[in-house]
């Protein structure tokens, strides 16, 4: 049995109670390593690390910072098929996607802001004959990076590069369903020598370990992506302790598809907004609105090629549609399809667990589920599922589908299909969402500001956002008269 070790201090090392969590493969319901179960002590360690650390870290040169990020992208290339098994495996995900997707995301996160960081810059601000204003931007110093199951590799250097690239030192947890690439990563780390106490992942729950690191005296920063009752819950603790946050949430996202878009793009594109990751990713489109002249051929459509989506082991090149990540997770999202029932819903395919053949028998595969006849306002149209579940829903006007669409407390992401430019731009300005994509999904520039309104969190990652957020500004207005000696 494979046992997970934490990364403290530059070393890998047992929990300091000894104490494991089983790690389960969602392809086979087999367990197939250990998690460390970690507690405050160990939480503890990790901190005083940071702290040790942080002084030496922030008086880097940006050069230096710069090329320690790259060897560890580099080191994670140097170990792609390896990265990219480990990812489909604690995951569920079909290894295609981690290899189009997850790792080469993860490897550009870490190459991202190698490069941003050299090109980052505060202002001045010339008052001519008196003074001048100008900005400094220092690290925050030890900062918490909490990171979700559904992506981990690519969501956890999403959180730990831009921090480490401003100078600040880590304490990081993923997910304890989906460890496995953050502990490889440790290795990368020990392999190129990343200096001791810089980055510091600690394994365990999130009510253990991750709410020991948010109540830590000496964190600063609390960067979390994971569920909104989660995100509150850190809020309540960080925010009367003033340290800044980053909560990437919830997302109820709606689809809205004109009948004078290019359908054959958007039916491809829809399918994969629906149903990519086995529906575990907070960008997917659960809420699809058709415009009512199209609704029938979409429908026929649609669930042609939902059907024709190729289901099972996650290590077979051709799957494209794996293992939802736990039985936990499998067991909630069926109960939302028979909610779903309840509020007079039918079924017009899937609904049901998937059975593959051979390995993966004991699985947690559910069918790619499609919905209809369901009110806008319903709890399965406005609650998160996260998974393989989608409604549609026929609508005639641009007002009706703009109050559909915003009728959710989320505000994550949209997806509109249309060719006609006005009204792509006037109702891309009326969707209550932090990100609107106009004949497409997913299309991510890493320069852009990424995140939510209304319950799908506060504040933005990416680009130079994710600097700002991980450094603290700091003015200073010098006189032209003054006498300096």
């Given at each position: ?15 300091l ?7 389960i ?13 970690s507690?405050?002590?160990d939480?503890?360690?990790?901190v ?8 030496d ?24 098929e390896?990265f ?24 550009s ?5 190698a490069?941003a960081?050299?090109?980052y810059h ?19 110093g030890?900062?918490?990076c909490?990171?979700?199951?559904n992506?981990?590799l ?7 590069a ?8 880590v ?5 304890e ?12 780390c ?7 106490g810089v ?6 729950y999130?009510?253990i370990?991750?709410?020991?690191m ?5 964190i600063?920063a ?10 509150a ?26 009948s ?27 809420r ?30 051709d ?9 936990q ?35 947690f595969?559910?069918e790619?589920?499609?919905?209809e006849g369901?009110?806008p ?7 998160e599922?996260?998974g393989p ?9 641009e007002?009706?589908v ?11 992401a949209?997806t509109l ?9 006037r109702?891309s ?13 997913l299309e ?5 500001p ?15 956002q ?6 603290e ?5 010098m006189?032209?008269n003054?006498?300096?000696?």
């Open positions: 049995m494979d046992y997970i070790r934490n990364y403290i201090d530059g070393t890998l090392s047992e929990p109670s000894l104490k494991y969590i089983e790690n493969d969602p392809s086979t319901g087999m367990v197939y390593s250990m998690i460390p179960d507690g405050k002590a939480v503890d360690k990790a005083d690390a940071a702290v040790k650390a942080f002084r870290w922030s008086h880097t040169s940006i050069e230096e910072r710069s090329v320690w990020l790259q060897k560890m992208a580099n080191g994670i290339r140097d170990r792609f390896e990219v098994r480990a990812e489909s495996v604690d995951n569920g995900k079909p290894v295609f996607l981690a290899r189009k997707v997850d790792i080469p995301r993860a490897i996160n870490l190459e991202f802001y490069k960081i050299t090109q505060s202002e001045a601000h010339v008052n001519a004959g008196r003074n001048i204003n100008f900005t400094m931007r220092h690290p925050l030890p900062v918490v909490i990171s979700p199951w992506l981990p690519y969501l956890f250097t999403w959180k730990i831009p921090a480490l690239a401003a100078g600040n030192t304490v990081a947890k993923p997910s369903i989906t460890p496995y690439t953050a502990y490889l990563l440790s290795s990368v020990q392999k190129i020598g990343l200096p001791k980055l510091n992942i600690v394994h365990g999130g009510s370990a991750g709410d020991a948010v109540r830590h005296k000496n600063k609390v960067s979390f992506t994971g569920g909104t009752k989660t995100g819950q850190i809020a309540s603790v960080a925010g009367p302790e003033f340290k800044k946050m980053s909560l990437e949430l919830g997302g109820k996202n709606p689809n809205i598809i004109f004078d878009c290019n359908y054959e793009q958007m039916l491809k594109t829809t399918l994969q907004s629906s149903f990519a990751n086995q529906g575990q990713i907070c960008l997917c489109g659960s699809i609105f058709v415009e009512a002249t199209i609704y029938d051929r979409f429908r026929h459509d649609f669930i042609q090629m939902v059907d024709q989506l190729k289901k099972g082991d996650p290590l077979d090149s799957t494209r549609f794996g293992a939802l990540v736990s039985r997770h499998l067991e909630k999202v069926l109960s939302y399809i028979e909610l779903a029932k309840e509020e007079g819903g039918k079924v017009l395919t899937g609904g049901k667990i998937y059975n593959p053949e051979g390995r993966c028998a004991g699985g595969f559910l790619p589920t499609v919905i369901l009110s306002y319903c709890r399965t149209n406005q609650e599922i996260f579940v989608v409604t549609i829903t026929p609508f005639n006007t007002e009706e703009l109050e559909f669409a915003n009728s959710t407390s989320y505000g994550l949209a299909w249309t060719q006609n430019y006005d009204r792509a731009l109702v300005e009326q969707i209550e969402a932090g990100i609107v994509w106009v004949n497409c999904w991510r520039d890493l320069r852009t990424f995140g939510g309104m209304k319950s799908s969190g506060v504040g933005r990652e990416g680009g130079f994710a600097l700002d957020f991980f450094t500004p700091k003015n200073i207005c006189a032209y003054a006498s300096f000696h």
